[in-house]
């Protein structure tokens, strides 16, 4: 089965950093644009960024512009994020998520999500 | 930067019909996707590329599209429907972004 799980969530203070790991199995990673997605206490979901499956592409949200970027390493099935200069605003559920092209980008593959908690 | 406009929540009964909309601007240019979300959970792709429906869903699941808003209907709705769904749409500057979401209640 086609699985994504994220990993390194944690709480840290504003201003402090911290890095996202989302690791793929099950599927043909580079053929896969990828997402980052969070989800607010209680709120909806929020596109964070993406990237293609050969990193020529990266887009990210106006929100974590500057502050956040998205990487991959193909070569380990691997999903990155670097969170810097976190505000409580970035506190969320990230989740990663897989772009399928046999679905016209639709995010078909979701991880279990990462609690990211921004507090003082 | 563009929105997308959900309804907050919508409520039906059991066998009845449910219509969630979407609104926004950039709609007729780009596709739209749907997804339900239950509490605790992922969510999950029920419609892409505006109207077609991904192998799994259910039939009662379907998608129009009118102009600047598309509708997300669930047909025959049952308890199992009551979850979140969002609406999502792309831009042609390579973002993406999220309806405020809906929540379906079945009474």
């Known amino acids: 089965e086609v699985h994504l799980v994220e990993s390194g969530g944690g709480l840290v203070k504003p201003g402090g950093s911290l890095r996202l790991s989302c690791a793929a199995s099950?599927?043909?990673?580079?053929?896969?644009?990828m997402n980052w997605v969070r989800q607010a206490p209680g709120k909806g979901l929020e596109w964070v960024s993406y990237i293609s499956g050969s990193s020529t592409f990266i887009y990210y949200a106006d929100s974590v512009k500057g502050r956040f970027t998205i990487s991959r390493d193909n070569a380990k099935n691997s999903l990155y994020l670097q969170m810097n200069s976190l505000r409580a605003e970035d506190t969320a559920v990230y989740y990663c998520a897989r772009a399928s092209p046999d679905l016209e980008g639709a995010f078909d593959v979701w991880g279990q999500g990462t609690l990211v908690t921004v507090s003082s | 930067s563009y929105e997308l406009t959900q309804p907050p929540s919508v409520s039906v009964s059991p066998g009845q019909t449910a219509r969630i909309t979407c609104s926004g601007a950039?709609?007729?240019?780009?596709?739209t996707f749907w997804y339900q979300q239950k509490p605790g959970r992922a969510p999950v792709v029920l419609m892409f590329?505006?109207?077609e429906r991904p192998s799994g869903v259910p039939e009662r699941f379907s998608a129009s599209s009118s102009g600047t808003t598309v509708t997300l209907t669930i047909s025959g709705v049952q308890a199992e429907d009551e979850a979140d769904y969002y609406c999502q749409s792309g831009d042609s500057s390579g973002t993406y972004r999220f309806g405020g979401g809906t929540k379906l209640t079945v009474l």
């Open positions: 590329k505006d109207t």
């Open positions: 099950r599927f043909t990673f580079t053929r896969y644009g």
């Open positions: 950039a709609l007729p240019k780009q596709y």
